[in-house]
DNA sequence: TTGACAACCGGAACACTGTTCCGTTACGTT
DNA sequence: AACGTAACGGAACAGTGTTCCGGTTGTCAA
């Protein structure tokens, strides 16, 4: 039996294979280095192929980072369920898990920018990350709203705009810094005695 | 006497000053259509001017940006003490006064992003925004804290820093939107009585 | 093993940025 | 009116992303 679906593509040739895979390290090297927007020619020079083979491959720059950080976005995302299952109360998941993404997004040069850009290159990046990791935080959030932990009903797509936001430029004021906001936006989510209603109609 | 310090330069030349004003609202008009990015040769071609003329008028795109946006700043910083002596609350003066402030951004396309950028095009700029602005803020926040309505100690220039970055593509999610994330970021200031310690090392 | 063909490759070429530089223009002064 | 120079304008340069096509090579059938 073969290990894949019916009517799969008959495999691709060898080089081709050979190449992605130089190119997926090259361009995690070169974005460790300079960024998500390092050059093309240099992601082409690292792994030893033309600029052309990477257009082939990848046809979006978004199509190259998402290839390139999908297994991190994809463990971030399944350690939503398992922080709501561990975490003294789904407030104290939430909170633990945007400090999972935060820490993910700070440690990449560069995509937190990308992510907020409305550069169509990285427009299927961005459709990528919100149908991954927006249901998870939804989940998180509605279990704190059930808690009677969350008051205001933002949308979790919002929220993780916003989050990703604060986390641009985060080098320019230090990590610690950038959490300390996050905590801020996430604390102003919390339902407390004297929390001015900032909803319109409440 | 003279309406000019001593050792003033002597008055520049009649179409300099004529370039220097049509070059301002050339750019004016570029960058609502096109954002603070607008292209160099679109707008010395709405000015009349060669390129050359914007570079030596105006030597990064950062003072072109200051020249342009100047009086809306100074009267946002006006408005600070204003509010403060008007409001019922030195939080409620807070939060009027960073809605006045979001308003102005969200309204010039890409500003937000010019200002989060490390582009050192516009390194003036970010330190000019932050020398005017910081401190009005700064007052707002410490009158908020004397008055017991904030237990945190955000650095001012953080939570600007903060508030600029949820401006960050506000058309993707819309004014509204934005000023809700906003406001979160400043109701999580707020010392409730269930206020979780957001301490680093919680 | 050999040959043919399609898939694949590489990089030149293009379009568009910002930036610099210098020959030319014209303003203000004498 | 003549002159010195501040100011001008745009060609030229450097660095992006993106496209395209002639040459190469892996793969499979004979």
Redesign the interface.
């Known amino acids: 039996m073969p290990t894949q679906e019916p009517s799969a593509p008959p495999r691709k040739r060898a080089d081709a294979r050979r190449n992605e895979q130089a190119l997926l390290e090259a361009a995690a090297a070169a974005f460790v280095e300079a960024g998500v927007d390092a050059p093309v020619r240099d992601i082409a020079r690292r792994a030893g192929v033309g600029v052309g083979t990477i257009y082939r491959h990848f046809p979006t720059r978004a199509d190259l980072v998402v290839a390139v950080y999908r297994h991190q976005v994809e463990s971030c995302a399944a350690a939503g369920p398992r922080l709501l299952a561990e975490s003294p109360s789904p407030h104290a998941a939430l909170t633990a898990w945007i400090h999972l993404f935060v820490d993910f997004l700070v440690t990449k040069h560069g995509l937190a920018e990308a992510l907020?850009?409305?550069d169509p290159a990285f427009a299927s990046l961005h459709e990528w990350f919100l149908d991954r990791l927006v249901p998870v935080c939804g989940d998180l959030l509605r279990a704190a709203r059930a808690a009677g932990e969350v008051g205001?009903d933002?949308?979790p797509?919002?929220?993780m705009?916003?989050v990703g936001?604060?986390c641009?430029?985060a080098?320019?004021?230090g990590r610690?810094?950038t959490?300390?906001?996050v905590?801020?936006?996430?604390?102003?989510?919390?339902v407390?005695?004297?929390?001015?209603p900032?909803a319109p109609s409440a």
Do not use: K, M
């Open positions: 907020r850009s409305d205001s933002v949308d797509q919002h929220l705009f916003g936001n604060l641009i430029g080098a320019r004021i610690a810094e959490l300390r906001l905590d801020l936006l996430v604390a102003g989510l919390r407390g005695p004297g929390t001015p900032p």
